[in-house]
């Protein structure tokens, strides 16, 4: 229930409103929700499934939040299976560090409809993915696995690539070994299904061209090297400021973890440039870089890259010493946290929520390391009252800085509908107090597609007449 709370307390901005239009198209017969999904298919992306998920999600606010509630849930079950954590106490922590690993993903990944069901949802199908492979012997667990590969392929392009190609690796593994069993099989055509799914979308064709006025990468044919090593002296500054160092406070966390639960007399130099490495990603973060220009910022930015690498390296060496075997399993997740950016030294756009799974494979990692002295630990009153405390402490000013921009929605939604019924042609709104949680929130031509009223031909819906919005 809290949960749902917290979810009905965030409000639409930026493509939700977009989509909230469609869904009013769709009820008033003008379009159909196949045709809608049609239309984002053949002229947008091949998120098939995030972009289902988030025009069915947008019928009801509600249904919204409860669905976006059992997702959570689903991502935090998977995380205390996969680690095999007993310590109920530590629930509500685990729940917070999966909401809340960087502000910017909160806004981007969480609290933002349109990239919740884009970026987080695949999240959960790959842990589930996970959990049933390692777990589950049911003759029912190859269908599941084919199912739920198809799925997860179809919400984001980084998150099917590296599906496809980590079910190929381990294919090509366990036939080297002669061990592989059907779940495998089945895990590999799942992926290589969902990805010839999503990319045979006519959009990757105009992206690849460079047509597309919104994406780039990198266009092959001649000059394509000079094209790629400028693309990624581009990306550079932007990508090192998403994963670096808004992530720092996290790392420095992360770095804690694996220091504590699993320090070891084999690793204590990469003891030590684990925590010299997140402390200096920590300092960092508080400098301003981004106000250097030209090969200066570009230069920073890959020495702060190198940290970065620096950090995830020292963190597989130090659990793959540890003296614990179960702290091993950490090292993949640790090494999947980094391998999942790597696109984005090519790719175009890229913002925060496209880290969340990086940051979730992380909280797997270091959940995995510190499960085992955490289920010994006697849960007396006292601690469970110390924990409950903190976590209170740590999610009272987020509830509260949701209900002071839900109560400027609220009532900007009622001016805006009063003002344009009226016949309005300018209407100024109130900003949101704290735009870092509303994604494209003070953008009144996002805002605008709720309110206008269409006319519909063919198929083609245009606004009955010119409105300007705008926030102040």
């Not at 390692?134 to 599906?163: H, P, Q």
């Not at 079910?167 to 990805?195: E, F, N, Q, W």
């Not at 270091?366 to 630990?377: E, Q, W």
């Not at 704290?434 to 003070?442: I, R, S, T, V």
Request: proline content about 3%.
């Amino acid at each position: 229930m809290c949960l749902v709370a917290f979810f009905l307390l965030t409000i639409p901005t930026g493509d939700d409103w977009g989509r909230i239009a469609y869904v009013e198209q769709i009820k008033s017969g003008h379009t159909s929700l196949i045709e809608r999904l049609n239309l984002f298919y053949v002229g947008t992306n091949g998120r098939v499934l995030g972009n289902s998920l988030h025009l069915l999600a947008s019928f009801s606010f509600v249904l919204n939040a409860i669905a976006r509630s059992l997702v959570i849930v689903g991502i935090v079950w998977c995380i205390f299976r996969i680690a095999q954590l007993k310590a109920m106490p530590l629930l509500a922590v685990l729940t917070l560090l999966v909401l809340v690993p960087s502000v910017a993903i909160l806004s981007q990944a969480i609290v933002w409809s349109a990239g919740f069901y884009n970026y987080t949802v695949p999240v959960l199908l790959v842990l589930a993915l996970y959990v049933i492979l390692r777990d589950s012997s049911s003759r029912w667990s190859s269908l599941a696995v084919f199912l739920l590969a198809i799925a997860a392929c179809l919400f984001v392009e980084t998150v099917t690539v590296g599906l496809l190609l980590t079910s190929l690796a381990i294919l090509v593994v366990l036939i080297t070994k002669r061990m592989l069993t059907l779940p495998y099989i089945a895990l590999a055509i799942g992926a290589i299904a969902g990805t010839l799914l999503m990319f045979a979308s006519p959009a990757y064709r105009n992206i690849a061209a460079g047509t597309d006025a919104y994406r780039e990468v990198p266009a092959v044919g001649e000059g394509f090297v000079n094209s790629l090593i400028s693309r990624i002296a581009d990306n550079l500054p932007s990508l090192v400021q998403y994963v670096a160092l808004d992530l720092s406070v996290f790392y420095l966390a992360v770095a804690t973890g694996i220091i504590v639960f699993a320090r070891s007399s084999r690793a204590s130099f990469w003891l030590g440039v684990l925590g010299g490495s997140a402390a200096a990603l920590f300092l960092l973060s508080q400098v301003r870089f981004r106000l250097l220009e030209g090969r200066a910022e570009v230069l920073v930015a890959a020495a702060i890259l190198a940290l970065f690498v620096t950090f995830i390296v020292s963190a597989c060496t130090v659990v793959l010493r540890s003296d614990d075997p179960v702290h091993r399993t950490a090292a993949p997740w640790l090494a999947a946290s980094a391998a999942i950016i790597a696109p984005f030294a090519v790719v175009t756009p890229f913002g925060a929520r496209n880290f969340y799974a990086s940051a979730v494979f992380m909280i797997v990692a270091i959940t995995i390391v510190s499960a085992s002295r955490l289920n010994t630990v006697s849960w007396t009153t006292q601690r469970i009252t110390a924990v409950t405390v903190g976590w209170c402490m740590a999610a009272a000013p987020l509830v509260g800085v949701l209900g002071v921009n839900k109560i400027v929605d609220l009532q900007n939604r009622a001016t805006a509908t009063a003002a344009y019924q009226s016949g309005a042609e300018e209407i100024t709104l109130k900003a949101y107090p704290f735009p870092l949680l509303a994604q494209n929130g003070n953008s009144g031509k996002k805002f605008l597609h709720s309110l206008q009223a269409l006319e519909c031909r063919d198929g083609a819906c245009v606004p009955m007449r010119d409105v300007n919005v705008s926030f102040e």
